[in-house]
């Protein structure tokens, strides 16, 4: 019984399933979370990070953020449909992020490794490649299956009740490795690659994108092992987005 239980699950799971494919690069994914419910997630997040966070003051810098992130999702039809917001924050944290529904967040720390308005809009489109290739969507839904797969597995298997908890931390480690970092690092690549051509048709230098990352990668000495890493190594990063870049001349 517990076993047909089980397969039922999995077969609710797959009836609820969307395929889809990312943009630019045709990707084939499986969504299992519904497109509204990703949405208000990601709203219900930015109110809270915007009431714990402290935007930045600085007008010209701020105004900059807003422009670069409206000329690359003017250029992009899957765009259309967010109603679209972007944030400086005031925090010496190099980092930059976007939330599902459209809410992308730069901290002034990130903007010292950036010398115009190119570099700047390497990220903002890789920011947005992420809200639009549904990357948040996708790995909840990694995760989901990872979980139905732990219980499938666990009651094929009859793991002893004293095990379970055993069994529970290996599959875990197993599955992040092999499954959610791996694919992790696939859309941190997907998304450069979709940044750089929503940066290249909004009239920006994809070639500055390069300079950037080669800028980040002299700054992080030290970096976690990719495989382990939710990005890809700066080096392999550098190397694919030079490739594609030679692909758009």
């Given at each position: ?14 009836t ?20 509204k ?11 809270s ?12 810098l701020t ?11 003017a ?27 459209g ?10 490794f ?64 092999g ?31 390069i ?39």
């Amino acid at each position: 019984m517990k076993k047909i239980v089980l397969i039922s699950l999995i077969g609710l799971f797959m009836t609820g399933c969307v395929i889809s494919n990312a943009p630019v690069t045709g990707r084939t994914q499986l969504i299992l979370v519904d497109e509204k419910q990703e949405n208000a997630l990601g709203l219900n997040e930015a109110d809270s990070i915007l009431k714990n966070a402290t935007l930045s003051s600085d007008k010209t810098l701020t105004n900059k953020i807003v422009k670069i992130g409206k000329n690359i999702v003017a250029v992009s039809d899957d765009a259309q449909k967010y109603e679209w917001n972007f944030y400086l924050l005031e925090d010496e944290s190099v980092n930059a992020f976007a939330l599902p529904g459209g809410k992308v967040f730069f901290y002034t720390g990130i903007l010292k490794f950036m010398d115009n308005d190119d570099q700047i809009a390497a990220v903002m489109g890789h920011e947005i490649a992420h809200v639009l290739a549904h990357h948040g969507a996708e790995r909840m839904s990694q995760q989901m299956l990872s979980n139905v797969g732990a219980q499938a597995l666990s009651s094929a298997l009859e793991i002893p009740a004293e095990y379970e908890s055993l069994y529970n931390t290996a599959y875990g480690l197993a599955s992040n490795l092999g499954v959610i970092l791996p694919f992790s690092r696939k859309h941190e690549s997907e998304a450069d690659t979709i940044g750089v051509y929503l940066m290249y048709k909004a009239g920006y230098n994809p070639n500055e994108a390069i300079k950037f990352w080669q800028k980040m990668a002299a700054a992080s000495k030290g970096a976690t092992l990719e495989f382990l890493s939710t990005h890809p190594s700066d080096e392999r990063r550098i190397k694919d987005i030079t490739a594609y870049i030679e692909t758009l001349q």
